[in-house]
């Protein structure tokens, strides 16, 4: 079953790789709602693409985790993601990204100003850009704490993102922060541009399609049944291929 469905697909998708479109790309935000309380977030994969994982920088600090629902029009009405101030988030992208932005809030802002970090990595690891900002309400943690503070921060490249680090400055009195909404937009324009130059739909996705449906990877699994790999794919990605990038 699997071989005669590559080998159909094969088929059709060389007839069709003879041409490229160009279009804007796509947006995505993970809200951590399809996550259950408690959830420990490292080694999850959300969207399909962007899997987290979570490093201490000094001591021993407790695991990011997804917590319950905040009080609403404080922070969010849905889900948040929660950790400590010794955590170094890091999420890589199957699909990469051209601009990011992180909704963040602190425990604590009376004592002492407390910064947030983000930054992006190509493909090789290198920094592509980096930023660092206060946050900006004040009063918004998902408990009552009058100190607290939130705010937005946002990094972008004309270079496609395949990793996001973030942080925050360790403090002496704010231990804790909070973050939501993180919203992608992606380099690529729909499910069928899965290589560079991304934008355009080539010979490329193709090969990249292909490559990705041998290895059973994710990027490939684009129809119901989702988990399996079939010709159900193969037929998706031709018709976001055929589509192009409008």
Do not use: K
């Not at 699997?2 to 995505?28: E, K, Q």
């Not at 988030?89 to 407390?114: C, K, M, N, Q, Y």
């Not at 399609?209 to 193969?234: I, K, M, R, Y």
């Amino acid at each position: 079953m699997m071989s005669t469905t590559r080998r159909g697909g094969m088929i059709g998708l060389a007839a069709v790789a003879g041409f490229a479109m160009a279009a804007p790309a796509g947006v995505d935000t993970i809200t951590f709602d399809e996550l259950a309380v408690g959830t420990e977030i490292h080694g999850q994969t959300l969207l399909g693409y962007a899997t987290f994982s979570t490093q201490v920088q000094t001591t021993a600090s407790p695991t990011v985790e997804v917590e319950g629902v905040p009080v609403p029009g404080e922070y969010g009405s849905g889900a948040f993601l929660v950790g400590a101030f010794d955590d170094f988030i890091v999420i890589d992208l199957a699909t990469p990204v051209t601009r990011v932005s992180v909704g963040f809030t602190i425990d604590d802002t009376i004592h002492s100003s407390v910064q947030m970090h983000l930054q992006g990595h190509a493909a090789d690891g290198s920094i592509l850009v980096f930023e660092q900002g206060f946050p900006t309400v004040s009063g918004t943690w998902p408990a009552v704490l009058g100190d607290s503070a939130s705010g937005t921060m946002v990094i972008e490249s004309a270079e496609p993102i395949y990793q996001v680090g973030m942080s925050f400055a360790l403090d002496v009195f704010a231990t804790s922060f909070a973050i939501d909404n993180i919203e992608f937009v992606r380099a690529s324009c729909n499910a069928a541009d899965l290589a560079e130059p991304f934008g355009a739909v080539d010979f490329s996705d193709v090969v990249a399609f292909l490559g990705a449906f041998g290895e059973q990877s994710p990027l490939a699994d684009l129809a119901a049944p989702f988990g399996t790999w079939d010709f159900n794919d193969v037929i998706e990605f031709l018709n976001a291929f055929g589509a192009g990038c409008p």
